[in-house]
C-alpha cells in the first residue's frame, strides 16, 4: 500500500528560502535538516519555482528521475504552479510565502501533485484546474483523492480583490468543492500565516511586523 508523507515547516525549522540567495548555505542547511526530519533526501527533492512574471499561473509538469535535486541548492528549479510524481520516493518541495500550498493524493491511481494555490493562480482558478487537470490526465475521480493545505493569510489581512474579497482558504475551499473534492477528505491547517508567529509571512515582513524574512515551505513523498 502506497503512504504519502506530508509536512510544512515553522519558523522554528529556519526559513526555506532566500529570495535573493538561491544557494543561500544557511537555507540549504534548513532544508536539509527540515526534509531528514520527515525521512526525505534533498537529493531527492524537487523545488518548485513560481514566476510572476508570466500571465498563466495554472501551468502542471510531472517529474522525472531527472529533476530530483533540481533546485534544491540553487536556482535551477522547475518552473511550475504544481508538480507531479508518480513515482515513490520522489518529494515535492514548495517555499510559501503568503499563498496556500495544496498536497493532493490518489491513493488509487498513485499520482501526488503538490500545487501553488497563491493570489495569481486562484484568480484563474487554479484550485479547480489542478483538480481537473488530475482528472482528465491521469484519470483520477475527484472523490478519491485526498487534500493537505498549509496555513495561509487571513481574509481580513489578504482579500483577494479580482474574488470579491474572498479570503485565500475561501477560495480554495470554493474552488477543490466545485471540482468534486469531498470536504471530509481535507486536512487543513487553518493557521494564519499573518497571525501566527509560528510561520513566516512576506507581507508583514514588508509591513514591519516581523524582524525576519523568510518562507516555510511545504514537503510531500508517496513511500511504501
Not at 533546485?71 to 503568503?98: C, E, K, R
Not at 497563491?118 to 487537470?133: A, D, P, T
Not at 475551499?173 to 510561520?199: C, M, R
Amino acid at each position: 500500500m502506497t503512504n504519502v508523507i506530508v509536512a510544512t515547516s515553522k519558523v522554528s525549522n529556519g526559513s526555506m528560502y532566500n529570495r535573493h540567495d538561491m544557494s543561500d548555505p544557511d537555507i540549504i542547511k534548513n532544508r536539509s535538516r527540515f526534509l531528514e526530519a520527515q525521512g526525505i533526501k534533498i537529493e531527492q527533492t524537487t523545488r518548485a519555482k513560481i514566476d510572476y512574471s508570466r500571465e498563466e499561473y495554472c501551468s502542471y509538469i510531472e517529474l522525472t528521475e531527472a529533476d530530483k535535486n533540481a533546485g534544491m541548492t540553487d536556482d535551477q528549479a522547475t518552473v511550475a504552479d504544481a508538480l507531479i510524481t508518480t513515482s515513490l520516493d520522489h518529494a515535492l518541495f514548495l517555499p510559501i510565502a503568503d499563498c496556500v500550498g495544496a498536497i493532493l493524493f490518489d491513493p488509487t491511481k498513485q499520482v501526488l501533485m503538490l500545487s501553488h494555490l497563491g493570489r495569481h493562480s486562484l484568480e484563474q482558478n487554479g484550485g479547480y484546474k489542478s483538480v481537473k487537470y488530475l482528472q482528465d490526465t491521469y484519470g483520477c475521480h475527484p472523490a478519491d483523492i485526498l487534500v493537505w493545505l498549509t496555513p495561509a493569510p487571513g481574509k481580513d489581512i489578504y482579500p483577494i480583490w479580482a474574488l470579491d474579497n474572498k479570503g485565500m482558504k475561501e477560495a480554495t475551499f470554493e474552488q477543490l468543492a466545485a471540482a468534486g473534492i469531498i470536504h471530509e477528505n481535507i486536512t487543513d491547517n487553518p493557521a494564519d500565516s499573518t497571525k501566527d508567529p509560528e510561520y513566516f509571512s512576506y507581507s508583514e515582513f514588508l509591513k514591519g511586523n516581523r524582524n525576519e524574512d523568510g518562507d516555510h515551505a511545504m514537503v510531500a513523498m508517496m513511500t511504501k
